[in-house]
């Protein structure tokens, strides 16, 4: 595989160089008298300015390879979020606004930014076309534009989410996350419904950690109690079959929730929000279940941008379609992928990009330099479940849902601790903004570069 994936990248690399003219230019303009603006090149175009493609385009800075405008980053937004502090907004620690930064404000000046949309991948020419019309071509792309959260996935839910007289919140995107601990403030006595879609989805414990904080919230308002009657009651309706997809921090949490006398709804797939109703599918899809709440949490179905799933790079299920350990792309040699919007079989968080990053970093260069790419990455990823306020669950694994704790020696990472809140709360945020996004921040591995 090594030997044939230095040809791909040889070939990839002389194609570049070859058809920088872009094939519109050979084909059309002397057939017509509109301009065309000539594609500009970069060594490497990465798409996506969010956690991943912060990280990568400011390691490959790092390594002094690369000078003023080697490098080009395409993005149509104005704003970064630090989406992992969005359940602590839900929860009331935090503001959406102290999250988010101007994204240029985050980009070295030695970056070309392409504050526009991706329309088109055209791999065999290594060319993209931007919303604007304008083309870049390459040498090495890298896509990692994250994925789309669709509120439309569920029959009602936009309106639900709109209406301000509702309590249906959700605090996956930054238009409903602000909405999410008012509605909380405001129970005090009925029925809250948290749940959690069948499929992809980023950060997949986000959904019971905004409800355990909310079960807290209650708890000390004294509206909600683990036994008898209580003002509050909780139900937590997955579509997963188990709490959580690891077995080791699905057995706490299981734990945790018949402690804490929380209904759980296995396997049930919202589908429609109708007034004061939830309808789920259940089972095998075919029976619907309905349930009356006062409060709901919904986390919507989330997928694929449009045009990475349409185009050359995805596989069936729309993702770029990287090797698990290389991250380089199975067809492409000059194309790689990290992040939500890869096909990595791991969960999907920001603690994944820190290892990631090293590994897609390290491997395009050796590709550049025609060597053996790593198979580097083992699928570390991290989810810190807050389970109350002041404590977190520090789940960490690889692979095959295998734990990967970095402090293992000391602690049991399964017990939820105080030390790993404030890692949450207060330390990840700073390194995130401070070291992450610049490059010098390397997850469990410390500091880097
Ligand atoms: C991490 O580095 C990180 O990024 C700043 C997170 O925030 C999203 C995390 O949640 C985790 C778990 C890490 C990993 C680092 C350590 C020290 C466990």
Redesign the pocket.
């Known amino acids: 595989m090594a030997a044939g994936s230095h040809l791909i990248a040889k070939r990839a690399v002389s194609a570049a160089r070859s058809s920088w003219i872009p094939a519109a230019h050979r084909t059309f303009a002397t057939a017509s008298d509109l301009p065309v603006s000539p594609a500009k090149n970069h060594k490497i175009v990465v798409v996506g300015g969010g956690a991943a493609g912060l990280a990568i385009s400011h390691q490959l800075l790092w390594t002094k390879k690369f000078t003023q405008d080697d490098i080009a980053i395409v993005d149509p937004a104005e704003w970064h979020h630090y989406q992992?502090g969005w359940t602590l907004v839900g929860g009331g620690l935090k503001t959406k606004d102290e999250l988010k930064r101007p994204l240029r404000s985050l980009l070295d000046p030695k970056l070309r930014f392409y504050n526009h949309a991706v329309s088109t991948f055209a791999p065999e020419d290594n060319t993209i076309t931007l919303g604007d019309g304008s083309r870049l071509t390459y040498d090495q792309l890298v896509v990692v534009p994250g994925i789309k959260v669709d509120p439309f996935s569920i029959k009602g839910l936009p309106e639900a989410l709109a209406d301000k007289d509702s309590n249906v919140s959700c605090i996956y995107t930054y238009e409903t996350v602000d909405k999410v601990f008012p509605t909380i403030q405001a129970l005090h006595k009925g029925r809250a419904i948290f749940t959690q879609p069948a499929g992809v989805l980023k950060c997949a414990g986000a959904p019971q950690k905004i409800m355990w904080l909310a079960l807290d919230h209650w708890k000390r308002a004294g509206f909600y109690k683990n036994t008898g009657s209580s003002p509050i009651e909780i139900t937590f309706a997955t579509g997963l079959p188990v709490m959580f997809g690891v077995p080791k921090y699905s057995a706490a949490l299981e734990a945790l929730r018949q402690e804490r006398g929380v209904e759980g709804l296995f396997a049930h797939d919202l589908v429609e929000v109708d007034g004061d109703k939830a309808v789920f599918a259940a089972g095998d899809g075919k029976e619907k279940v309905s349930r009356r709440f006062d409060l709901m949490h919904v986390v919507p179905k989330m997928g694929p941008h449009a045009f990475v799933k349409n185009s050359p790079l995805a596989n069936p299920a729309g993702f770029v379609d990287v090797d698990d350990a290389t991250l380089r792309h199975k067809k492409y040699g000059n194309v790689w992928s990290a992040g939500d919007a890869s096909s990595l079989p791991t969960s999907k968080?920001?603690?994944a990009i820190?290892s990631q990053a090293p590994v897609l970093v390290g491997n395009i260069l050796r590709a550049m330099e025609a060597k053996e790419v790593e198979p580097a990455y083992d699928g570390y990823t991290?989810c810190?479940l807050t389970t109350e306020y002041g404590k977190v669950m520090?789940a960490?694994f690889k692979y095959g849902g295998v734990p990967k704790e970095?402090f293992a020696k000391f602690v049991d990472q399964a017990t939820p601790r105080r030390a790993f809140y404030h890692?949450?709360k207060d330390f990840?945020p700073w390194?995130?903004y401070n070291h992450?996004v610049k490059g010098t921040?390397g997850?469990?591995k410390g500091w880097i570069n």
């Open positions: 992992p968080t920001a603690a820190t991290s810190p520090l960490e970095t890692l949450k990840f390194v995130y992450m921040w997850g469990p």
